[in-house]
Each structure stands twice: as structure tokens, then as C-alpha cells.
């Protein structure tokens, strides 16, 4: 049977991007994905745009989600939103508390993740698929591992239909992760989340900023390649492929793809996977 896969992109802001993101989204499509989901900025800043791109790809033939952030946001908007979707015909959302923008402060009547999931099934019963997020090397504002595991069961009780993890490079970790989640009566299925490496730079920003570990015999080859891009890509093919073959050795129920608008990387993981 085939892995089932998912893709996720992010809005762009120019026309040229846009281009740019058609052209990639129409090599991907070539490996079948179960789904593409789209992000959002800061604070739900482009959620407009996520719409437009969410629409887009349907239009091309392919399931979309759009990413839903509820912190800042009211029950009101929110609500606007979701008929938006339905109205859109989607059918599976992506539900985050997503972050604020800087200088921002808290607010909105939503706390938690657990919060929005339950207002969504409340609102519309079994009309979207809700996915959320799962961090198997803990959330970088949990108190512990064993809260985070807790709010992800929470996520899980109010409704969540399944997970996609943060990105991570650590395999054990995702293992132990889904397998702590299972002592727990936590049996949604969790995908893991894989990025493609094609910048060292680019990785090491996104990593610090988002607390997933990049594994020091990784970060240390990726620095000695300095401004070498054809060796830095060919090493994160190596290393991502060699990650995805043990996930999915060990069975985890599908993988989703942190593109980063770009084709190559994912399209050789796959061919390389299969």
C-alpha cells in the first residue's frame, strides 16, 4: 500500500511567487498527496491569502487545508471563517493557537488550541477534519514533556481527528512521542512532519526560532559545507531520506512534507523512498 503523504506550503506575497508556487505545486502533484495544507502569518495575518491558495488548489484537483489560528481572534471571526470554508467547500482545517505578532498582547477569547477544536465541533459538528499540531521534542512553552503531552490530549478529547508533528530529525524522539501518547489512550494517528534540507542557513534560523532540534553531528556538517549549496542539498538528501526510512520502517501512518514552496528535495525524497 502506498504511504499516504501531505504538503504544506505558505502564501506568497507576490505574483511572482504565486508563479513560482503554481509551477512547484504541479510537480508535486505527480506524487499523489492525500492533501496540501496552507499556513498563515503572524497572528493569522494572511489568512485571506491562505483562503485564496486553499481555493487554488482545489481548483487544481487536490484536497486543501487551511491552517486556523484562534489566538487574537473572537468567536465571531471565527465563525465567520468557518462558514467561509464550508462555503469553499473544504473539508479539513489544520487548528492551531498560533503565535501573535511582536508587541502584541494577549488577547482574543480563545487560550489554547483544545479550545478552538472544541468551538469548531461545537459550531459545525463533523464537517471538517481537524488536524493539530504534535511536537515529539516538546513544545517550546510547555511546562514539561508530560504537559505537553497532556495538551495534546486535550487537543485529541475536544475533538481533533489526528496530528502532524513540528519537524524533527531525531526518530527515537517521534517513537517515543507516539508511544507515550498510547500509554496515555491517545490513539489518533500522529504524522510525522519532515523538512527537506536545501539551506543550512535557512534550517538553523527556522530551528532555533521553532525549538526543533537539529542533531549537532548534522549542524556541524552543514557549517563545514559553508557556502557549498550542491554539497549542503546532497547531504540533506541523504540524512531526510535516511529519517523517512526509519519512520516509515517503524510505521508511521504517513508523512507530511514541509515544502517550503519548493519541489526538488521532496520529489527526490520520494522517488529515493520508493
Not at 86 to 114: N, Q
Amino acid at each position: 500500500m502506498k504511504l499516504p503523504i501531505s504538503l504544506e506550503f505558505f502564501p506568497t506575497k507576490t505574483d511572482e511567487g504565486a508563479q513560482k508556487l503554481r509551477v512547484a505545486r504541479q510537480k508535486l502533484y505527480a506524487l499523489k498527496p492525500e492533501f496540501c495544507s496552507v499556513t498563515f502569518g503572524a497572528g493569522g495575518s494572511t489568512q485571506d491569502g491562505t483562503l485564496a491558495a486553499v481555493t487554488e488548489i482545489m481548483g487544481e484537483g487536490c484536497q486543501a487545508a487551511p491552517h486556523l489560528s484562534c489566538v487574537g481572534q473572537s468567536r465571531e471571526s471565527i465563525r465567520d471563517r468557518l462558514a467561509a470554508y464550508g462555503a469553499a467547500g473544504i473539508k479539513r482545517i489544520v487548528a492551531l493557537r498560533g503565535d501573535l505578532p511582536s508587541g502584541y498582547g494577549l488577547g482574543g477569547e480563545f487560550r489554547y488550541a483544545s479550545d478552538l477544536v472544541a468551538f469548531v465541533r461545537a459550531e459545525t459538528g463533523r464537517q471538517f477534519h481537524i488536524e493539530v499540531a504534535a511536537y515529539p521534542e516538546t513544545h517550546p512553552q510547555a511546562k514539561s514533556p508530560g504537559s505537553d503531552l497532556e495538551a495534546f490530549a486535550a487537543k485529541v478529547e475536544a475533538g481533533a481527528d489526528s496530528g502532524i508533528t513540528q519537524y524533527f530529525f531525531n526518530p527515537d524522539a517521534y517513537f517515543r512521542y507516539v508511544d507515550d501518547l498510547t500509554a496515555r489512550g491517545v490513539r489518533v494517528p500522529v504524522v510525522p512532519g519532515v523538512m527537506p534540507i536545501t539551506s543550512s542557513t535557512q534550517l538553523i534560523r527556522f530551528s532555533d526560532a521553532c525549538g526543533a532540534e537539529i542533531p549537532r553531528w548534522i549542524r556541524m556538517r552543514l557549517q563545514s559545507f559553508g557556502d557549498d549549496s550542491e554539497s549542503i542539498k546532497a547531504f540533506g538528501l541523504d540524512v531526510v531520506t535516511a529519517l523517512c526510512e526509519r519512520l516509515v520502517a517503524g510505521g508511521a501512518p504517513g508523512i507530511h512534507f514541509y515544502t517550503m514552496n519548493q519541489a526538488n528535495a521532496t520529489l527526490e525524497i520520494c522517488e529515493r523512498l520508493s
